[in-house]
Structure formats: structure tokens, C-alpha cells
Nanobody, 117 residues
Framework: QVQLVESGGGSVQAGGSLRLSCEAFGSIFSLLNMGWYRQAPGKQRELVATINAGGGTNYADSVQGRFTGSRDYARKTVYLEMNSLRPEDTGTYYC???????????WGQGTQVTVSS
């Protein structure tokens, strides 16, 4: 079972930046497709970005050009660099893993991001 530990959330003003981190324990990192999701109060959880096992990325339209996902295989960590933050980016951000061999999914505990106008 993979354990995911997120960090890096916080409160910023609109236009600011944050970098989220998600470290994976207990699995072969190179077998993990990773994703970042967020959930605003009263809304469904939505996909923000994916970083596949090979390092390829995809983004939701709402964050395209502002957010950048990356992964460090040595540190077994994925990152989400968030720039030009907007109030609508506020929410709890979750890291998710999908093991391409076992097809097992795991979620992190979430980290709060608050963007004020």
C-alpha cells in the first residue's frame, strides 16, 4: 500500500504562487501514475493535473499555463507549481497515485490552499 504525504499548502493573495509536494512511500515510484486533484467547499473533487510514470503531464483547462507538474524520481516526490493563483483555485488539494502494475490507487490526506482577492 502506497502512503502519500502532501505538503506546501498555505494562504496567498491572488497572483501569488505556491508549490505543493507529494512524497510516496512504500512503492516503486516509477510504476506510479500520479495526479493532483482539488475540492472546493460544496463542490466535487476535480482533476487538476496528471504526471504519468514517464513524466508526461496533462492539465485541466482552468490551470493550463499557470500550473506545472513535475516529478523527482530520486526523492519519490511529485510537485505542483502553482503560479498566478486566483481565488477560484482555493480548495483542498489531494495527491493520488495509480500503480500501473497492480492497478492499486492511493490518496494523500490533502493540503489546504487558500487564495484571497
Amino acid at each position: 500500500q502506497v502512503q502519500l504525504v502532501e505538503s506546501g499548502g498555505g494562504s496567498v493573495q491572488a497572483g501569488g504562487s505556491l508549490r505543493l509536494s507529494c512524497e510516496a512511500f512504500g512503492s516503486i515510484f516509477s510504476l506510479l501514475n500520479m495526479g493532483w486533484y482539488r475540492q472546493a467547499p460544496g463542490k466535487q473533487r476535480e482533476l487538476v493535473a496528471t504526471i504519468n510514470a514517464g513524466g508526461g503531464t496533462n492539465y485541466a483547462d482552468s490551470v493550463q499555463g499557470r500550473f506545472t507538474g513535475s516529478r523527482d524520481y530520486a526523492r519519490k516526490t511529485v510537485y505542483l507549481e502553482m503560479n498566478s493563483l486566483r481565488p477560484e483555485d482555493t480548495g483542498t488539494y489531494y495527491c493520488k497515485s495509480f500503480n500501473i502494475r497492480t492497478r492499486q490507487e492511493s490518496w494523500g490526506q490533502g493540503t489546504q490552499v487558500t487564495v484571497s482577492s
